[in-house]
Each structure stands twice: as structure tokens, then as C-alpha cells.
């Protein structure tokens, strides 16, 4: 490292802290700031859970935790890529707002980052347009495959096979993608199982996963779509917001 302003970007699971690595306990008493985003009404129990975890295990008490308010997302219909990019940049600049405010341009800052920041996370990215830049720090941790695959009692794979993991977008556009029996959808904003032939599919589903309001459902796709499909609606609406996750899986005999 070169700098002298290090960023760690800490994985925390699920939102239980008993899924927080040894690693993410010690990286989160190493910092001198915690930032913790907040997403808007509908989102508050993620900085809720964010907070639980650093109230469990923070005991350095030189370490600040500062709450801060994240730009809101515009999402463009023509093009989704520029509209990331842009929702990136803004992000950008309010992390880098909030660390020159609180910390300046030395030390060490911590973002909690859901699951793990390698997979389907945007945090690297945003962090490499901070300005000014600062070094990196990367703390692995519990993904929300990991967690569905627990909750259920299942492996991922088949032996010898291969799986996937897409989303929900490009599931519900493309269709089940050829070459595989395994899928994981991740980021699916509307059911997007609903939108394949259900014959010889297998499906588990899981939502809030590692949370008090942990939700999973399994079966063949025929059966227990449309009550999946219903009881994630309920969810969203009684939450406020939903992350959830499946593997769908196509059956040998078909």
C-alpha cells in the first residue's frame, strides 16, 4: 500500500452477526470510521442490521460510526448501463464527501458491505472513483448462495456439473441459458422464474436470508411458483423492501 488513506471493504453476510468472519471483526476494530449508508425509509433495517453488527462487535472506541444518506437511483429505461455508471459516480462522490468531512486524507474508513464484495456488488467499482483515490482493502465474506444453499441443506452443484449465476433481468430476457442444469438468480426485482416453462424444475427460494424475517420455500416449480411468487409480494410490501435469492435446478429425469 502506498497511500495514506486505506479503504476496507468488509463482507458481513446476510445481516446476522454470528455470519461475521474473524477477519471482518478484526478489520472492523482496525478502522478509524465506520460509514454506514442509509437507502430511504423503506430501507432502514439495513442500516438497523448494519448498526446491530457494529454495536456486537466493535470494542475499539476510538472507532467513529457516522450515518450517511446515499443519492437515490434514477433508473433510466433507454440505457441501463449509463444509468449505473451515473448512480456509480454519484455514490462516488458522497463516500468521498463523507470521508474528507470526517476523516480527512489519512487513515483507515470502513464501508459493511452485504455479502461479499466480489459478487454482485457494486463497491469495488465505486471505490476506485473515489477522489482522492485511497488503497483497498477487501475482507471476504458469507455470500447469500452460501446462505440459501445452508438454509435449504443443499450442495450448489451436481457432481462433475457446472451452474450459473445471473439475474433476474437477463433470466426473464434470455430464458434458461443452454449448457447448464443449475442456476442462481440474484437481483431479481420481479419473480423472474415465473417467466420459464416449469416442467422439470426445481426451485429454492429464499429471502432476508440470516435475518429474523428469514423466509425459504422449495419444490418443483410447477407447485410452489405462484406461491413464491405471492408470499415475496407480501414480504416487499409488509418490509418495505426484499433481497431475496433462488437456485433453480433442472431435474435428471427430464
Known amino acids: ?17 454470528a455470519q461475521l468472519t474473524l477477519a471482518g471483526v478484526r ?10 449508508p442509509r437507502k430511504g425509509e423503506e430501507k432502514s433495517e439495513l442500516a438497523k442490521l448494519r448498526r446491530t453488527i457494529c454495536a456486537e ?5 476510538k472507532t467513529r460510526v457516522v450515518e450517511f444518506d446515499l443519492p437515490q437511483r434514477v433508473r433510466a429505461s433507454d440505457d441501463y448501463r449509463a444509468g449505473v455508471d451515473a448512480w456509480h459516480d454519484a455514490v462516488a462522490a458522497a463516500w468521498s464527501k463523507e470521508i474528507a468531512s470526517h476523516l480527512g486524507a489519512k487513515g483507515r474508513v470502513a464501508l459493511l458491505i452485504w455479502g461479499d ?6 463497491s469495488l467499482r465505486i471505490a476506485r472513483r473515489l477522489d482522492p483515490p485511497p488503497d483497498i482493502e477487501v475482507i471476504p465474506g458469507i455470500t447469500s448462495i452460501q446462505a440459501l444453499c445452508a438454509a435449504h441443506a ?3 452443484n451436481e457432481i462433475g456439473a457446472s451452474f450459473l449465476v445471473t439475474t433476474g433481468r437477463r433470466l426473464r430476457e434470455g430464458g434458461w441459458p443452454s449448457g447448464v442444469d443449475t442456476v442462481v438468480v440474484m437481483l431479481d426485482g ?3 422464474f415465473q417467466s420459464l416453462d416449469a416442467s422439470g424444475l426445481q426451485i429454492w427460494w429464499g429471502a432476508y436470508l ?7 420455500m422449495s419444490g418443483p416449480l410447477a407447485e410452489v411458483g405462484a406461491s413464491i411468487a405471492a408470499a415475496r409480494q407480501d414480504a416487499r410490501e409488509r418490509h418495505g423492501w426484499i433481497l431475496d435469492s433462488y437456485i ?6 427430464h
Open 154 to 156: 443443499i450442495p450448489l
Open 57 to 61: 462487535v466493535l470494542t475499539n472506541n
Open 1 to 17: 500500500m502506498t497511500g495514506s488513506l486505506t479503504l476496507s471493504l468488509i463482507g458481513i453476510g446476510c445481516g446476522d452477526p
Open 190 to 192: 420481479g419473480a423472474a
Open 248 to 253: 433453480i435446478k433442472r431435474l435428471s429425469d
Open 27 to 36: 478489520a472492523i476494530n482496525a478502522v478509524d470510521l465506520v460509514l454506514i
Open 117 to 122: 464484495p466480489s459478487l454482485y456488488d457494486s
Open 210 to 216: 440470516g435475518t429474523a424475517n428469514q423466509l425459504v
